[in-house]
């Protein structure tokens, strides 16, 4: 199994974007988390150090400094994660009470608030950290600032997000190793489908897949196939109905060619024998040019290989096809122009490519009216891809039955009484178009049809091989 074919398959890219939608959504419910923590967090240490503010202005108005220093006291007795600090200054500024430095460097914030850092000793050794702050003043003029540090909560915050992110990224990365795996086995069982599928349709092609082992959408993968199977097995009963209905259209030129022998028979010594046999022999031909044709389209759509498989000159090709058709054209004053350089190569059977145009030049020249012109052009595509365009100035076929006339033996209404054919040759030019794996489609000229062929090119640096 290759990496990049699961890598670029539709089960892991699936996976991928749902893991990345999964992340976005955590990433973003951590960052809406964290902001509603740290607001809470802030509005709730406002809250209290301004009660505690409070506090210390009702105490010093009803016990002074004394009873101010005796509440100080008997706070420092708490645990130092919980507990406030104070700072109380006199007008001169100098400290009076408290366990902060008298002159920390304050940042200010709005609404009266500070923020400063401060050493504190912890386990011994001194830390630095930040405070929010509240400063007041006292009635005689005194100061008090009441804080509490909050670096302990951020910490334990970053440490819970932290470990959610690295969770995250585990996530990720497991579940991006698990979708490939994933994907991996998924793509075990569509090509254990499609190598099934190919050996039934190389071998037998009433065996059905087994569904038993399988699960899920491949299960029903799997129930499709075998309806497209029965679908085909249908149609291969259609192409043998098709073969009674080629026996009952035969039967009228077969009954002219009995009532011209029995013509014959009886009048053999007469002047009219000869134009009887030629008219026999001209039926025989039109039905030995119909089974060929049938044969050549069947063998051609299966894909068996009918003769080389050279580099084809396709611009020498319609050159000779169009110096074939001119003397036919002449007669009826159509004029065939062509600009297909030369060099202009593709892999194939000449004699089938060049079958292939004669017949759609045929065509040209058949359905084209006095007078007309017919243009053949063939340019390269940018994919190495040859175009060759076949348009004549005829009556053109309706757009609703272009894709019909690919289909064998049918003929537009109004040119079954007007032109002699059989129904076949755009049935053989689509067949030999896919066997040299091109295409072949069709458009309005305006007036007239368009024909438009695609054919793989090569380079004459190719190596040729017979």
Not at 32 to 41: G, H, I, K, R, V
Not at 106 to 113: R, T, V
Not at 143 to 170: C, G, T, W
Not at 441 to 459: A, D
Request: hydrophobic share 40%.
């Amino acid at each position: 199994m290759q990496v990049r074919k699961v890598l670029t398959s539709l089960t892991f890219r699936y996976i991928a974007r749902y893991l990345t939608v999964l992340c976005a959504t955590v990433f973003i419910l951590l960052a809406c988390l964290y902001a509603y923590f740290s607001y809470t967090y802030f509005d709730e240490l406002s809250e209290s150090i301004v009660e505690e503010v409070e506090t210390i202005q009702i105490i010093y108005r009803g016990q002074s400094l004394k009873g101010v220093n005796q509440y100080i006291e008997d706070q420092l007795s708490t645990p130092a994660t919980s507990r406030y600090y104070y700072l109380v200054t006199d007008s001169q500024g100098r400290k009076v009470a408290g366990d902060l430095s008298a002159s920390p460097s304050y940042i200010e914030f709005s609404e009266g608030w500070v923020g400063f850092s401060a050493a504190l000793l912890q386990l011994g050794k001194p830390v630095e950290v930040d405070f929010l702050a509240r400063p007041a003043t006292l009635d005689d003029g005194n100061q008090i600032i009441v804080a509490r540090y909050y670096a302990d909560a951020f910490e334990k915050a970053n440490l819970v997000f932290s470990s959610l992110s690295r969770a995250m990224v585990a996530t990720l990365l497991l579940g991006v190793i698990g979708g490939f795996f994933s994907a991996s086995a998924t793509l075990n069982r569509v090509e254990h489908l499609n190598m099934e599928l190919s050996r039934i349709i190389r071998g037998n092609p009433g065996q059905r897949l087994n569904m038993e082992q399988e699960k899920g959408y491949v299960r029903e993968l799997a129930v499709i196939m075998n309806d497209m199977l029965d679908q085909m097995e249908s149609l291969m009963q259609g192409v043998r109905r098709v073969s009674d209905n080629i026996a009952h259209d035969l039967r009228t030129p077969l009954t002219r060619i009995r009532n011209n022998l029995s013509q014959l028979r009886a009048d053999s010594l007469a002047e009219s024998s000869s134009r009887n046999v030629e008219q026999i022999i001209a039926e025989c031909d039109d039905l030995l040019e119909t089974f060929n044709a049938l044969l050549r389209i069947s063998a051609l759509e299966a894909g068996s290989r009918i003769s080389g498989n050279n580099e084809v000159d396709i611009g020498a090709v319609l050159h000779d096809v169009v110096e074939l058709y001119e003397p036919l054209a002449q007669q009826k004053g159509i004029v065939i122009g062509i600009d297909a350089p030369a060099q202009h190569n593709c892999r194939g059977d000449a004699d089938l490519i060049f079958q292939m145009f004669a017949n759609l030049i045929d065509n040209a020249v058949k359905y084209s009216a006095e007078n007309g012109i017919i243009e053949v052009r063939m340019r390269t595509l940018p994919d190495q891809v040859h175009s060759i365009i076949i348009a004549d100035s005829g009556p053109g076929i309706p757009a609703a039955d272009r894709k019909n006339v690919f289909r064998r033996f049918f003929r537009i209404q109004s040119s079954r009484s007007e032109t002699p054919g059989h129904g076949l040759g755009l049935s053989l030019v689509r067949a030999i178009a896919q066997y040299h794996q091109g295409s072949v489609e069709l458009g309005s000229n305006n007036p007239g049809l368009q024909v438009r062929v695609k054919l793989p090119g090569t380079t004459l640096s190719h190596s040729v091989t017979s």
